[in-house]
């Protein structure tokens, strides 16, 4: 699978980082030796997140807003959901006809709240609404997600796709989280404030690298970053490595990597 950063800010957005937002893209399908197409062919381009000014960002890549029919969100925050219904519209006046919403409890009544304070975009495309939960395996736009609660202010959900890349949502570092995320060849987890932060709902580098010690991840960006954060890269990342032996970096809107598949 292909990942793009869309957005890797947070609810105090900077000028080079929009709220939250991530595009996940099935790899390119092929033979698999024994004259079967790959499976990855039934896949469709995922929007994870929709925080304002991913619509924009979306709008630059080749998949575009047209492209993306299915959104999946961790949780229902303002930076997590700004342009849910942006998108929605933006599908409708290009000629496209149907959205699907996956989220946590309570994703229907979002959208169904949404869409009464803005009427008139009601019955525009074919929405479909459905609601997971932690624990129970399910299928997205064709990819195998696996989710698990995390520690924040409302509910929120971790996900983990094709048992390889691993988004944390808003959270905590905790022990049960990075567990979730062991094994995971690429991790991308909520580091919103430096070691200096006293902060709840959120963790620092320090706590992130202390719980992920032992983990088995190949990498590890740390994403979701608060105004804070700026010129303190270099020693957030110095802290987390002082306890996990990964690979970290830090993510940026419109950075693009792969998943072998």
Not at 171 to 176: D, R, V
Not at 190 to 199: A, L, R, Y
Not at 223 to 245: C, I, Q, W
Request: hydrophobic residues 40%; proline residues 5%; negative net charge.
């Amino acid at each position: 699978m292909h990942v793009t950063f869309l957005g890797t800010g947070s609810a105090m957005p900077l000028p080079e980082r929009v709220q939250t937002g991530l595009l996940l893209e099935p790899s390119a399908g092929g033979d698999d030796g024994d004259g079967e197409s790959a499976q990855n062919g039934d896949r469709r381009p995922l929007l994870v997140d929709c925080g304002a000014g991913v619509l924009h960002r979306l709008s630059r890549t080749d998949v575009g807003y047209e492209g993306v029919a299915t959104v999946l969100l961790t949780h229902h925050h303002l930076d997590h959901v700004s342009d849910l219904l942006a998108l929605l519209k933006a599908r409708w006046l290009a000629g496209e006809d149907h959205l699907e919403v996956v989220g946590p409890a309570g994703t229907k009544l979002l959208l169904d709240d949404l869409l009464t304070a803005h009427d008139y975009l009601q019955d525009r495309l074919d929405l479909a609404v459905r609601e997971v939960t932690a624990n129970e395996p399910f299928e997205v736009a064709g990819f195998p997600v696996e989710a698990h609660e995390t520690r924040h202010s409302i509910p929120c959900l971790a996900y983990r796709f094709d048992d390889a890349f691993t988004f944390s949502g808003d959270s905590e570092a905790f022990e049960g989280l990075a567990n979730f995320a062991d094994g995971s060849v690429v991790l991308a987890h909520d580091c919103s404030f430096p070691d200096e932060v006293d902060v709840s709902n959120h963790p620092t580098p320090t706590q992130l690298g202390e719980v992920l010690s032992g983990c088995d991840i190949d990498r590890l960006y740390l994403t979701h970053l608060y105004p804070h954060t700026e010129g303190k890269h270099r020693e957030m990342l110095g802290s987390v490595e002082a306890n996990f032996d990964g690979d970290v970096r830090i993510a940026r809107d419109g950075l693009r990597f792969e998943i072998p598949e």
